[in-house]
C-alpha cells in the first residue's frame, strides 16, 4: 500500500468494537455513579471508633473512577510500549510525569481553599471561584513557559510538539468551576466524564499507534489535548450549578499555598527520579523504569483513596481527642492489605511487566519488587501523613514531606549512577519509609499515636511472609523455577 492511500484510509475503522465496550462500560459507570452520589441516610448509632461505611462506600466510588482512568493509562501504556521505539517512550512517560507535576503546580491549592471558604457562603464560594481561576491562569503560563524553555534549552527532539502539549495546563483555568461539584458532594457527574475522557484519551493513542514513526510529540499531544477537552467540559456541565459572579476574594492564594507546597512537594519526590534516570542511565532504561513506576502508582491507589475519603471522619475524631485510636483501626486493615498485595506479586514482578508492556520490559523486574515493598508501606504511610493534615498540623505534614524530598534527592544522586533504575526504585523505598516513620512520631506529638492492639501490627509481616511463599510455590509449580 503507498502512502497516499495508506493516509486516505479510515483511520478509527478497526475501533468500532472498542468504543462500543468503552459506551456499554461508561453507561454502567454512570449508573453506579448516580446511585453513589446521593446522600446516604443517617444512622442512629455507631461506634465512635468505628470506621464509618460511608467512608469505604466513598472510597470505592472514587476508586471505581480513579482506577478505570488508571486503567486506560496503563493500557496506552502497554500499546504505546510496543509501537514506539525504547527512547520514544521513555520521553513519553518523562513527559507524562512533568505534566503531573503540572497539574498539582495550576491547581495550587485552590480548589481546596475554594471549599473552605465556601461551605456555607455562595457570595464567598463565586469569590474564591474567581480568585482561584486567577492564581491558575498565572501558574498555568509559568508551568507551560518553564517547560517550553526547559525543553528548549535541553535541544528536546519534537520541541513544537512539546511547546503546544505545555498549552493544555491552561484549561484547568475554566475548570475551577467543577470545584462545585465537590462542595455540593456531587461526585457522580464529574466522575462519569473523567471516567468518559480517561476511554477517549485510551482511544485517540491506540488510533495513532498505528504511525510510531511520528515519534512522541504527536503522542503527547493527544495525550494532553484530551485532558484539556475534558477539563472544558466539566466548566461547561458545571455552569448551571455556580452561584452569580462575585470580585475575587482577597488573600486565596496566601490560604492555599501551604497545601500547594506540601501537594509539590510530594510530587516532587515522586517523581524526581525520573530526572536522574533519564540523565545518568538513559531515555530507553526510564522507559522500562516507568513501567514498573505506574504498576507501583496504579496498587498504590486504593491507599490514597481510602484516606482522603476518610479525612473528615478523621478531623472528627481529633477533635474529640481520639485521633491514634482512629488511626490504628484505619491503619491497621490497610497495612495488612498491602503486605498481602505486595507479597503475592513479587514473585511475578518479570511475568507481569513482559506480558504487560512487551518483550524486554522484564528487565525492569528488580526495580518493581523494590516498588513492590515499598508498597507496603504506602498503605499505612498515607493514613499518618493524612491524620497530620486532619490534625491541622500541615506544617508537620510539609516537614515530613521536605525530608522525603530530601532523602530522595540525595539518594538518587548516589544510587542511579551506580546501580541504574535499580537505584532509584531503592531510593523510593527510603523515601515512602521516610514518609511513614517521619509521620508516625509527628503524629505522637498530637497525641495521634496508634499505640492500641500493637500485636496486630506484626499481622503485616506475617501475612507478607506467607502470601511471598505460597505466591513462589505458584510461580515454581506454573514455570518449573
Known sequence: MDSKSRRSSPLLLPLPPFFLRVLRASAVLFRLFRRGSSPGKPRSRMNEFQVPKRIWSATLLSALARQWGALCTFL?????????????????????????FLDVFVDCGTSSVAV???????????????????????????????????????RERDLGWVCLAALGPLARVPEMSAVVFQRNIEWGTPLFLRALGAGTRLCALVALSRYPELGFGPFLV??????????????????????????????????????????????????????????????????????????????????????????????????????????????????????????????????????AYGPGFDEAAVSLRWLLVALALVYPGAVFLTALIAAGATRAALGVALAALVVNLAGNALSVPRCGAEGAAMMTLLTEATVTFGSLFALRALGGWPASAPLRWALGPLVFALATLLSRALFAAAFGA
Open 116 to 154: 473552605q471558604v465556601g461551605a456555607r457562603d455562595a457570595r464567598a464560594f463565586a469569590a474564591a471561584l474567581a480568585a482561584g481561576r486567577r492564581v491558575r491562569f498565572v501558574a498555568a503560563l509559568a508551568g507551560g513557559l518553564a517547560l517550553a524553555l526547559a525543553a528548549g534549552i535541553g
Open 222 to 355: 493527544a495525550h494532553t489535548a484530551t485532558q484539556a477537552l475534558g477539563n472544558i467540559a466539566l466548566h461547561y456541565v458545571a455552569r448551571a450549578r455556580l452561584p452569580a459572579p462575585a470580585p475575587p476574594l482577597a488573600g486565596l492564594f496566601a490560604r492555599a499555598w501551604p497545601l500547594a507546597a506540601l501537594g509539590l512537594v510530594q510530587q516532587a519526590y515522586f517523581w524526581a527520579d525520573n530526572g536522574f534516570v533519564r540523565a545518568l542511565a538513559g531515555e530507553a532504561e526510564l522507559g522500562r523504569y516507568n513501567a514498573a513506576v505506574r504498576a507501583f502508582q496504579w496498587l498504590a491507589f486504593f491507599a490514597a483513596f481510602a484516606t482522603t475519603s476518610a479525612l473528615p471522619w478523621l478531623a472528627r475524631r481529633h477533635q474529640e481527642h481520639a485521633l491514634g485510636e482512629a488511626v490504628t483501626r484505619l491503619a491497621q486493615p490497610l497495612f495488612t492489605a498491602g503486605c498481602a498485595l505486595s507479597g503475592l506479586l513479587l514473585p511475578w514482578s518479570g511475568v507481569l511487566l513482559a506480558c
Open 76 to 100: 496506552s501504556l502497554a500499546v504505546l510500549a510496543r509501537a514506539l521505539a525504547p527512547e520514544d517512550f521513555g520521553r513519553f512517560t518523562f513527559y507524562l510525569a512533568v505534566f503531573g
